[in-house]
């Protein structure tokens, strides 16, 4: 029996004398359409909360719940390090100066970079290398040659070329450079770029040109990443890492002018 035909019954068994207001057959049928359409609402709101609770987000294909870099923090919102009174080191092997805490032991390297030897050793022999006190810290400073004939001054290139080196130094991730990298700027006024990149187990910066070999990468590194406990004391390894580039005449491309010194 259809719902129209239990209410006519209904009304037609109603007492003698007893007036029944007529009923609305219409407006009896969209009211339960309306509850049909709230309980289903109500089921699909709970589905989807489900589902992004318990599930993995994926965006684009790429499972963004994976372990990532910690994203760079914007320069200009992070006090510098008070480099006055570190000590300068001169490298006659790479040619440059780069100062270091006073308390830190100075390695020298022992013979120029080569790719095949030292590209996957954090310890190469070909590093000037210097050390925390407690040994926890390690930062390193080296050249890789350049083809001369393929080099250029522009963000671009240096982009490319460190996703190919991290490729081949076997460090990771070496995608999404362009995305975590900060831009520096060699030099004071000229500017000439350079990039600070955020790996998964370290902090590297790359640049040439200017006061530097141009048929040569200068590459800085600290061997922790950003959340290490060992370099919290520094403010993290992107900030160490900047103090050691700032001896070098290198900054985020960020800092004020004023700023460089």
Same mark, same amino acid.
Request: proline share 7%; glycine share 6%.
């Given at each position: 029996?259809?719902?129209?035909?239990?209410?006519?019954?209904?009304?037609?068994?109603? %007492?003698?004398?007893?007036?029944?207001?007529?009923?609305? &057959?219409?407006?009896?049928?969209?009211?339960?359409?309306?509850?049909?359409?709230?309980?289903?609402?109500?089921?699909?709101?709970?589905?989807?909360?489900?589902?992004?609770?318990?599930?993995?987000?994926?965006?684009?294909?790429?499972?963004?719940?994976?372990?990532?870099?910690?994203?760079?923090?914007?320069?200009?919102?992070?006090?510098?390090?008070?480099?006055?009174?570190?000590?300068?080191?001169?490298?006659?092997?790479?040619? &440059?100066?780069?100062?270091?805490?006073?308390?830190?032991?100075?390695?020298?390297?022992?013979?120029?970079?080569?790719?095949?030897?030292?590209?996957?050793?954090?310890?190469?022999?070909?590093?000037?290398?210097?050390?925390?006190?407690?040994?926890?810290?390690?930062?390193?400073?080296?050249?890789?040659?350049?083809?001369?004939?393929?080099?250029?001054?522009?963000?671009?290139?240096?982009?490319?070329?460190?996703?190919?080196?991290?490729?081949?130094?076997?460090?990771?991730?070496?995608?999404?450079?362009?995305?975590?990298?900060?831009?520096?700027?060699?030099?004071?006024?000229?500017?000439?770029?350079?990039? &600070?990149?955020?790996?998964?187990?370290?902090?590297? %910066?790359?640049?040439?040109?200017?006061?530097?070999?141009?048929? %040569?990468?200068?590459?800085? %590194?600290?061997?922790?990443?950003?959340?290490?406990?060992?370099?919290?004391?520094?403010?993290?390894?992107?900030?160490?890492?900047?103090?050691? &580039?700032?001896?070098?005449?290198?900054?985020?491309?960020?800092?004020?002018?004023?700023?460089?010194?």
């Amino acid at each position: 029996m259809t719902m129209d035909q239990r209410l006519t019954d209904a009304a037609r068994t109603v %007492a003698d004398g007893v007036v029944v207001p007529e009923v609305n &057959l219409e407006a009896v049928r969209s009211a339960a359409r309306t509850n049909r359409r709230r309980r289903v609402a109500i089921a699909v709101t709970v589905v989807v909360a489900a589902i992004v609770v318990a599930g993995t987000a994926i965006i684009s294909g790429r499972d963004v719940s994976a372990p990532q870099p910690a994203p760079p923090v914007p320069s200009e919102k992070v006090e510098a390090i008070n480099t006055r009174g570190w000590d300068t080191y001169t490298s006659d092997l790479y040619d &440059l100066d780069v100062g270091h805490p006073p308390d830190w032991l100075e390695t020298p390297a022992s013979r120029k970079w080569r790719l095949e030897e030292d590209g996957g050793d954090r310890l190469s022999p070909a590093h000037e290398a210097f050390r925390s006190p407690q040994g926890d810290v390690r930062v390193s400073v080296w050249t890789a040659p350049l083809d001369p004939k393929t080099r250029q001054e522009t963000t671009e290139f240096l982009q490319t070329w460190v996703e190919d080196y991290c490729e081949a130094t076997g460090n990771a991730p070496c995608t999404g450079i362009a995305d975590r990298a900060v831009e520096l700027c060699l030099e004071k006024r000229d500017c000439h770029p350079g990039l &600070l990149v955020p790996f998964k187990d370290d902090v590297q %910066a790359f640049f040439s040109g200017g006061m530097y070999d141009a048929d %040569a990468m200068t590459v800085v %590194a600290v061997w922790c990443s950003e959340s290490d406990s060992s370099v919290v004391t520094y403010g993290g390894a992107q900030r160490l890492l900047e103090g050691f &580039l700032s001896t070098m005449k290198v900054w985020p491309a960020s800092t004020p002018v004023w700023d460089r010194r």
